[in-house]
């Protein structure tokens, strides 16, 4: 029993639950993931808003437009095939880029079903680099691949601090199995 007693929290740098004097590490330890998430949440909250206000990118075509963006980096891309998609209906698919990244970017920052946010982070990511930044060379110079390596500790972790997902858990437990009441 004593050993169960030393090894509470070890998972955080030896720190105990009960945030002691060798739990500072511990407390650290536990909110991490909570900058990336800010940083992530805001950036995306702030993509699709700007997108939705550019009524240059929600156009078919001309400068700065979703539909010109598709054309340049069609045969670059490591699947046309989804630039074929997108360019059926660019400004429908602008909004639904838009959408999504708001949609993230809330989920993130708020902590709504934040695995499921993440992932949703992570696949937006991961289709924008297949497509406009796989021809950028080094590959190091395109921020997609960045952002979706950036998402996977949060699509593994979620929101486990200042989240409504923790808010909810932690009514569920205090409440047995009932959501409301």
Known sequence: MVHANRTVGAEFGGAGLDGGAAGMRGQWARHALLPL??????TFLYAGIDKLTD????SASGAGSLGETLRQVHDAAAFPQLIDLA???????GYAIAAGELAVGLGTLVGLLGRLAAFGGALISLMLWLTVSWATTPYYYGNDLAY???WVPL????????????ALSNRRKRHGAQLYG
Request: proline letters at 9%.
């Open 37 to 42: 998430r800010l940083f992530l949440g805001a």
């Open 148 to 150: 979706l390596m950036a």
């Open 155 to 166: 699509v593994l972790a979620g929101a486990p601090r200042f989240s409504l997902d923790s």
């Open 87 to 93: 360019q059926h209906n660019p400004v429908l698919f």
């Open 55 to 58: 009524p240059a990118f929600l």
